[in-house]
């Protein structure tokens, strides 16, 4: 008689487990468990995702007090009305006209284009503000996604291997009834075939565990190798709809848009300014070897005399880009309103569902487990019924925790829309 396939299914779990942890099997083993809510405030910590856009926030800080600035004053240097055809040729000492000169410039753009420039500036920090808080609630809502990855895969892992051992006592029970003739061969071979799948289905989640906890590390690095909670985090009260879409008006994608479409009217502001004139002063000192020194000041003023092709089409640029950022805006907010109508429809479904298997399927799958034992005890049912039921239960709990998973992603999504739920210290 051919041997049990009971035996194969810890060398397929054991095995992957050893070759990808060995190194930290001891120290994951000894740090306490990793929740949800822990994983999502490491993802924010040390983050390279946040700090490059906090760099970029101080670069913009600083160019809004450069931009708001007076240009750099200009020194200027050279030699004047130098003879070239006369007797005097290439001589600086013979012809009166003839000078060294050094002048200071500066140039002087109207006051109130030099403070628009400053607050456009400002604008993109601000833009920036807004993004750094949305990839913020980004990182936490991923994070905690990747969380739900390995926390569905392990559990899952766990209730699969029940499943391979559920069907091993099944294929020895029907060995043992194919051996006193009480069951056929096609039955115990179909039993063999099945605890053989059973085992690979346990194999391709310990796969699964391990390719999800690659994931999670992309987020909190080696923290990914703790002991995953062998719990959900309990949900509380779903926000109301209403206020979750009234909050979406507030949410940092929204608020960023919102600080470019002020940028759009400091440009068309800045167009407009473009149609006035700025100015600069030069002063210079002349030296001449043999004659009387100079000295003189020099005013120049711009003269937008051509604005059709330049400061017309500068200003019609503005207002388009405006009209742009608005539009974008209203479509955005459509967008968001969308995706939250889904996911709350998504929480309430799921949850749903939990909530059948809880109250109705699982404690059905439960009683019929009890009802295969007890007749099987007086005598009027197999053993095989019984294990039929066990495993049929185990079926039915794989099922509640894809869904019980299912109902804390979409919750994790309606988190990253809700400002109630950004942690203390964060931006909203």
Do not use: C
């Amino acid at each position: 008689m051919s041997r049990s396939p009971r035996g194969i299914i810890p060398l397929f779990l054991v095995l992957p487990f050893l070759g990808a942890f060995h190194p930290q099997i001891a120290t994951a083993q000894a740090d306490p468990p990793l929740t949800l809510e822990e994983a999502a405030r490491l993802a924010t910590v040390d983050q390279p995702l946040l700090t490059e856009r906090e760099a970029k926030i101080e670069a913009e800080d600083h160019q809004a007090v450069a931009a708001a600035q007076l240009p750099d004053p200009q020194l200027s240097g050279g030699l004047k009305e130098l003879p070239i055809d006369t007797a005097e040729a290439f001589s600086t000492q013979r012809d009166n006209f003839t000078e060294f000169t050094v002048g200071l410039s500066q140039e002087f753009p109207r006051a109130e284009k030099r403070r628009l420039r400053g607050a456009r500036k400002r604008l993109d920090a601000d833009a920036d503000r807004a993004a750094l808080d949305n990839e913020r609630r980004i990182v936490r809502r991923d994070a905690a996604l990747a969380w739900l990855d390995v926390y569905e895969a392990e559990q899952g892992l766990k209730l699969a291997k029940r499943l391979a051992d559920e069907a091993a006592l099944q294929a020895q029970a029907l060995e043992k009834d194919y051996g006193n003739g009480k069951a056929s061969q096609a039955d115990w071979l179909a039993a063999k075939v099945d605890a053989g799948l059973a085992a690979d289905r346990s194999h391709d989640w310990v796969h699964h565990v391990l390719h999800m906890r690659a994931g999670l590390t992309r987020w909190i690095g080696d923290a990914a190798e703790r002991p995953i909670a062998d719990a959900l985090p309990t949900s509380g009260d779903l926000t109301y709809l209403p206020s979750l879409l009234a909050g979406a008006d507030h949410h940092p994608v929204i608020s960023n848009l919102d600080r470019k479409i002020e940028a759009s009217a400091t440009e068309v502001a800045l167009a407009r300014q473009s149609y006035k004139p700025d100015y600069s002063v030069e002063v210079y000192y002349a030296y001449r070897r043999e004659f009387a020194d100079f000295v003189g000041i020099e005013f120049k003023v711009d003269l937008p005399t051509f604005t059709r092709d330049r400061q017309d089409q500068g200003l019609a640029a503005a207002y388009a880009d405006a009209r742009a950022s608005e539009d974008r805006r209203r479509d955005l907010l459509r967008e968001l309103h969308a995706q939250i109508n889904q996911d709350y429809v998504d929480r309430l479904h799921y949850e749903e569902r939990v909530g059948e298997f809880d109250t109705s399927i699982i404690p059905d799958a439960q009683r019929r487990i009890t009802s295969a034992r007890s007749a099987y005890a007086a005598g009027r049912g197999s053993f095989d019924s019984v294990l039929l039921a066990r495993r049929a239960l185990i079926e039915i709990e794989l099922q509640r925790l894809a869904l019980s998973v299912e109902s804390a992603r979409a919750q994790v999504r309606l988190d990253y829309w809700s400002a109630a739920h950004t942690p203390a210290g964060e931006a909203p």
